[in-house]
T-cell receptor
Framework: GEDVEQSPFLSVREGDSSVINCTYT??????LYWYKQEPGAGLQLLTY?????DMKQDQRLTVLLNKKDKHLSLRIADTQTGDSAIYFC?????????FGAGTRLFVKA | NAGVTQTPKFQVLKTGQSMTLQCAQD?????MYWYRQDPGMGLRLIYY???????DKGEVPNGYNVSRLNKREFSLRLESAAPSQTSVYFC?????????????????FGPGTRLLVL
């Protein structure tokens, strides 16, 4: 079945760039998403990319999609302590959305 | 707008007890979902409702039942709680409707219910 995989942890220094990676298996994915979960809260959509795009930029966020390798990444420029959270990659191929297990981002001051 | 609300926020049950988790959304969304979140496993879909009056099983439906009471409300029931059901439960909603609906499926999540089954 479809699967979405992410590394469980990433640690960066404040002010550096963070790159969170994700791989997926569903070749019919049409939309890919990044959600953010802060402590004690539900997930909140950060950004999404349509599968016919290679890149999408939104302020400090840059999403890169390599459809051939089924690889998605989220780059956060000038990472701040407020960016500390769990980031989930997700994909929609049909009606169903599949979520990865999340990457916990630690930002060191 | 409150978005997606869930009650209760926390619950402790003994094995064998039953309870219903409530979820409501005020965004006039068609689709609603129940997920559980366990450490290292991300979100797993329990049940979903693509539109009022329909419900379908997700990845991990065993031990749960759901009711789509109306367009706003989607409840999750544990008939006989087990320790394996200790988890954080999230309700979500989406504007998309119907099986096979295509488009950006932004899901809006509630704050979660933390359930401990002893």
């Amino acid at each position: 079945g479809e699967d979405v995989e992410q590394s469980p942890f990433l640690s960066v220094r404040e002010g550096d760039s963070s790159v969170i990676n994700c791989t997926y298996t569903d070749s019919s994915s049409t939309y890919l998403y990044w959600y953010k979960q802060e402590p004690g809260a539900g997930l909140q959509l950060l950004t999404y990319i349509f599968s016919n795009m290679d890149m999408k930029q939104d302020q400090r966020l840059t999403v890169l999609l390599n459809k051939k390798d089924k690889h998605l990444s989220l780059r956060i420029a000038d990472t701040q302590t407020g960016d500390s959270a769990i980031y989930f990659c997700a994909e929609t191929g049909g009606f169903k959305t599949i979520f990865g297990a999340g990457t916990r981002l630690f930002v060191k001051a | 707008n409150a978005g997606v609300t869930q009650t209760p926020k926390f619950q402790v049950l003994k094995t064998g007890q039953s309870m219903t988790l409530q979820c409501a959304q005020d965004m006039n969304h068609n689709s609603m979902y129940w997920y559980r979140q366990d450490p290292g496993m991300g979100l797993r879909l329990i049940y979903y409702s693509a539109s009022e009056g329909t419900t379908d099983k997700g990845e991990v439906p065993n031990g749960y039942n759901v009711s789509r009471l109306n367009k706003r409300e989607f409840s999750l029931r544990l008939e006989s709680a087990a320790p394996s059901q200790t988890s954080v439960y999230f309700c979500a909603s989406s504007p998309l409707a119907g099986q096979g609906a295509r488009g950006v499926e932004t899901q809006y999540f509630g704050p979660g219910t933390r359930l401990l089954v002893l």
